[in-house]
């Protein structure tokens, strides 16, 4: 009777072990930024994400050739996707519920409080909103919607300019003093209040250094002619 045992204790140990191996397999992997931080990863096809501050992507780690890619985004990230030889499925989940459908192509995907916009640098995506709603894209597109998925625009842009954060800086040009400080919100986790509402809707131009935030606020002060004061995690700005 020992070797009827033993021939089922192996047959267990076969059994976990194939179990075991397919858990691994689904495991998934999970990377993300502080405030501040961008981080290069390299995907299991050899496709490359930037994420950029305060980001996360999610994917499992077993991409086999013939099968589809999906990544699960929070946050704002750049994407150089390689073409499989399979022309396997890459798609990018956003956290409203909507995705990009990718051919093997270079686009940055920026999430807001409020609103999301998608750039598209080269190649060929296709965005889909919750309900179903498909916009083709292409190069030098940038659509830019609700989080309802409400198209609030979709027109031609320099799409250098808004990946511009993967190079260490952040291109203002035209962008009003409001939303180039709720850029930096989002990267750094800071507050910014004004004195009037005249200086939040000045337009600024230039470019901001993102890696040290010392320079980053000095330069905000030189091309908006302003004066940034700092309260704990508060930036107050004021006309000079």
Do not use: C
């Not at 956003?94 to 598209?120: C, P, R, W, Y």
């Not at 998925?149 to 800086?169: D, F, M, P, Q």
Request: net charge neutral.
């Amino acid at each position: 009777m020992r070797w009827k045992y033993a021939v089922a204790a192996a047959v267990v140990l076969i059994v976990g072990t194939l179990v075991l191996s397919n858990f691994m397999k689904e495991r998934w992997q999970q990377q993300q930024t502080v405030y501040g931080q961008r981080k290069k990863i390299t995907l299991p096809d050899g496709s490359l994400v930037i994420l950029n501050s305060h980001s996360e992507i999610r994917y499992k780690n077993n991409w086999l050739e013939n099968m589809n890619r999906e990544i699960w985004l929070e946050g704002e990230a750049y994407f150089d996707v390689v073409h499989t030889n399979s022309n396997s499925k890459f798609t990018v989940h956003l956290s409203d519920k909507s995705q990009i459908a990718v051919m093997g192509t270079v686009f940055n995907v920026h999430q807001g409080h409020l609103e999301n916009d998608v750039v598209l640098e080269k190649g060929k995506i296709q965005w889909s909103s919750a309900t179903g709603k498909v916009i083709p894209m292409a190069p030098g597109e940038k659509i830019q919607y609700k989080l309802s998925g409400e198209i609030i625009n979709k027109y031609a842009v320099n799409a250098l300019n808004y990946s511009s954060w993967t190079r260490g800086v952040i291109n203002v040009d035209s962008m009003t003093l409001k939303d180039v400080t709720l850029l930096l919100e989002e990267q750094y986790g800071w507050t910014f209040r004004f004195t009037s509402d005249k200086l939040s809707d000045q337009r600024i131009w230039g470019s901001l250094p993102l890696d040290d935030p010392r320079l980053l606020l000095e330069a905000l002060e030189q091309v908006a002619d302003t004066k940034i004061s700092k309260y704990n995690n508060e930036m107050v700005i004021s006309s000079r």
